[in-house]
């Protein structure tokens, strides 16, 4: 009976050494694997990132129709702001009880026409900065009901290229405006500055940032001669 016992015992032990073998033999065989997302959390320079933020909507937009209709022209987005870079006020009612977050995101996150509006609604360039009115106030009239010296200042002109179809130099500044298909893909972009490759995702691979003024330099002779 002892012996029995012990023969047993050995046989648990056995087939429990050949299952151990056996597993660690075929898990050796996987390939090692790395989670994909883990991957793309860090390939992109820090500063640069904003810049594909819309890309996986690239070919949409490249396949959008244009609706001439519709368009919204540089001098309207001037128009609704009080200075260059300020934050533009609310053309349309809101809801007074919502700070913003999803209830202006679900027309502002991705864009689209709004057929009570006759717009296209721009897609917001910070869909991270939920608190919405913090910054845009809703317009109470149309009106100018004071007059006032206010000065809007100057905005920087478009159409700053080195040779006729060679990139246009960025004139803005590209804090908080990193993410540069908000403004120049879509229907809802400025019809003067919306781009004709929004499939061309890496923008400043081509397009450099200069916000001074450009001088002539007149023409260039060489002193000695
Ligand atoms: C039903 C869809 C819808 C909702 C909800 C909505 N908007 Fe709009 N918004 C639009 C449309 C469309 C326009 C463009 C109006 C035009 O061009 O006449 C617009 C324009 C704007 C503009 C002007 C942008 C510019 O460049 O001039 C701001 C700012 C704005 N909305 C902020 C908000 C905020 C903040 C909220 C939430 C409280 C909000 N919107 C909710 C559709 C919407
Ligand atoms: C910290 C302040 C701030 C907050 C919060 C903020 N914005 Fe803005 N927003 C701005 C400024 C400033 C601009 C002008 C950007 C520029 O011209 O460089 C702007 C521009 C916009 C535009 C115009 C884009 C265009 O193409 O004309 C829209 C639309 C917009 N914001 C929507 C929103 C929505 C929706 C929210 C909330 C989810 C929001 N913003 C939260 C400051 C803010
Ligand atoms: C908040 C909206 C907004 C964002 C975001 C934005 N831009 Fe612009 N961009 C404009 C406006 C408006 C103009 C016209 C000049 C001006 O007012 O600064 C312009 C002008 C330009 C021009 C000059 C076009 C021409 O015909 O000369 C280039 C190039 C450009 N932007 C590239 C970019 C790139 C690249 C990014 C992303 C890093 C970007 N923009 C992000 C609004 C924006
Ligand atoms: C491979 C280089 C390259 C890349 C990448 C690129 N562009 Fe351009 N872009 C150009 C050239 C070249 C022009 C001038 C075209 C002309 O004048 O015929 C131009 C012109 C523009 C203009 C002026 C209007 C127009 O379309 O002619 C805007 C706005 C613009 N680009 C924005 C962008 C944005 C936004 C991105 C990123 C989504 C981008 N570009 C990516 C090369 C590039």
Redesign the pocket.
């Known amino acids: 009976m002892k012996r029995l016992y012990i023969i047993f015992l050995f046989a648990i032990l056995m087939a429990a050494a050949i299952f151990v073998w056996g597993y660690s033999y075929k898990e050796s065989l996987r390939e090692a694997y790395v989670p994909v997302e883990h991957i793309n959390e860090h390939i992109s320079i820090p500063s640069e990132e904003g810049v594909f933020l819309r890309s996986e909507y690239a070919l949409e937009y490249e396949q959008m129709p244009i609706d001439i209709a519709h368009e919204r022209n540089l001098n309207k987005?001037y128009k609704n702001r009080a200075f260059y870079?300020?934050?533009?006020t609310i053309p349309h009612e809101v809801s007074e009880r919502s700070m913003?977050?999803k209830d202006?995101?679900k027309c502002?996150e991705h864009g689209g026409y709004v057929q009570k509006f006759n717009a296209y609604s721009?897609?917001?360039?910070?869909?991270e900065?939920?608190?919405?009115r913090?910054?845009?106030v809703p317009q109470k009239t149309e009106q100018l009901f004071v007059a006032s010296t206010w000065d809007k200042g100057v905005h920087p002109k478009i159409g700053n290229q080195a040779l006729e179809n060679s990139p246009p130099i960025i004139p803005h500044p590209i804090q908080?405006?990193e993410n540069c298909m908000?403004?120049h893909a879509g229907p809802?972009a400025p019809k003067e500055i919306r781009t004709t490759h929004p499939q061309r995702i890496n923008c400043r691979q081509c397009h450099v940032i200069n916000d001074k003024e450009q001088k002539d330099i007149g023409v260039f002779t060489r002193k000695s001669n």
């Open positions: 987005y870079g300020g934050p533009p913003g977050n202006c995101l502002h721009p897609v917001t360039p910070h869909p900065k939920i608190n919405c913090q910054c845009h908080l405006r908000a403004c809802s």
